[in-house]
């Protein structure tokens, strides 16, 4: 015996607006949780994105679930306050969040975000309105057909945005995964030869050895910390971080570079993470302030030359410093602290007449993400910016580019 079936209710116009506002708010979730990992290390920003995230989707589910009046409206000045911190990010940066302090260029995953979040906001303006029974039947279809589109159309946008997500890096655009440019011709790429070796026209490699042979893993290891360092050393700008963090200055600002080395993290076995650097180097400006240009990382003081790590081969350039006195360490404010205090000298070139000779001699490798001169795995310049290790003396190479071997 076949039974009637009873037909399921047609959707209203008033949920199906509930619909649309949890589409907008899923989609808005998913984009914030795609670039999460893009900002691991930039202060506070991956956490703010995580709990973001959580919210708009949780909100959505909510709303489905059980919509009310209070619920619309805590939706819409959530989604109003993150639409008027991204304005903010924008136009002046927000100093008051650490790793949202400087001001960011509009990209395409963060520009679909906040449109996503833009029509939420109008969409509960709306459904905030007294309710009209006109034309109930037409509305339906036409709130029907709206939604459509709308999901078609949060699909098209949402799905290439959250690709683009995971690239988005601070003021640096694609700079990073395609290639770190700061617009003076010097890039950083990611690729092992444009990252690792800079040329200056003559195809001269100012490496320690031809970076030609460098393997495919040695180039991939070489692109990554290149990467993870640009990415990493942004929550370094902060200056009270850095000095909480027990990093002291060795007072070498009036060669034009300052070193801020973290004694207590030197010997460790922690090595080569922009998290966790050995020191940090700053390029001095002339009113006083500094801008943070590289890591120093540094491997514990005496390890072998065959036991340094090898995360670039040919590529990266790791040195030590060998000729300097530096003063008696000092607690200052609950971290050690020694300053330059000269050179050395006598037959060994191992004598300070004033401090102390430091041995053994940690190995250390610089990862620039300002441009230099001599590439972005090169120590300072000269032979006064560090010994290479078992590098062979490059006659081809600038002056300034140049580099002693040591025994």
Request: net charge negative; hydrophobic share 40%; with cysteine.
């Amino acid at each position: 015996m076949l039974t009637a079936q009873t037909p399921e209710s047609p959707a209203t116009p008033r949920s199906q607006g509930y619909a649309a506002l949890a589409l907008l708010s899923l989609g808005a979730g998913f984009l914030h949780a795609a670039v999460i990992n893009a900002h691991e290390g930039h202060g506070i920003a991956s956490q703010v994105f995580t709990w973001t995230a959580i919210f708009q989707v949780a909100w959505a589910g909510v709303l489905l679930a059980r919509p009310s009046r209070w619920l619309l409206a805590l939706g819409g000045l959530a989604n109003a306050a993150f639409v008027g911190g991204w304005v903010l990010s924008r136009t002046a940066g927000i100093s008051f969040i650490d790793g949202f302090q400087d001001k960011e260029p509009v990209g395409f995953t963060d520009g679909v975000t906040v449109a996503l979040e833009a029509l939420l906001v109008v969409g509960v303006v709306v459904m905030l309105r007294p309710a009209r029974a006109e034309h109930p039947v037409r509305l339906a279809r036409l709130s029907t057909a709206g939604l459509g589109v709308m999901g078609l159309a949060v699909a098209a946008l949402a799905v290439p945005a959250a690709a683009a997500g995971g690239e988005h890096d601070h003021g640096q655009g694609d700079e990073v995964a395609a290639g770190h440019d700061h617009g003076d011709g010097h890039d950083h790429g990611a690729t092992a030869d444009e990252a690792a070796v800079h040329e200056h026209g003559d195809a001269h490699s100012h490496a320690a050895e031809d970076p030609s042979t460098a393997t495919p893993e040695q180039r991939a290891a070489a692109d990554a910390l290149l990467r993870d360092t640009i990415t990493g050393l942004y929550q370094w700008e902060d200056e009270q971080k850095v000095y909480d963090a027990g990093f002291r200055s060795i007072g070498d600002c009036i060669t034009g570079n300052e070193h801020f080395v973290n004694w207590n993290w030197i010997n460790d076995d922690v090595v080569l993470d922009p998290d966790h650097p050995e020191s940090l180097v700053y390029r001095c400006e002339r009113d006083g302030t500094r801008v943070l240009e590289a890591a120093m990382y540094m491997a514990p003081a005496g390890t072998p030359d065959d036991e340094v790590p090898d995360v670039g081969g040919p590529i990266t350039q790791w040195h030590i410093h060998s000729n300097l006195c530096y003063s008696p360490a000092e607690m200052v404010d609950g971290a050690p602290q020694r300053h330059v205090v000269g050179l050395t000298s006598g037959p060994n070139g191992n004598q300070c007449t004033r401090g102390e000779y430091l041995s053994p001699h940690a190995p250390m490798l610089h990862v620039w993400v300002a441009p230099h001169e001599c590439g972005p795995f090169s120590a300072l310049e000269g032979v006064g910016a560090g010994q290479g290790i078992q590098e062979e003396q490059d006659p081809n190479a600038p002056p300034d580019c140049q580099h002693s071997t040591h025994a």
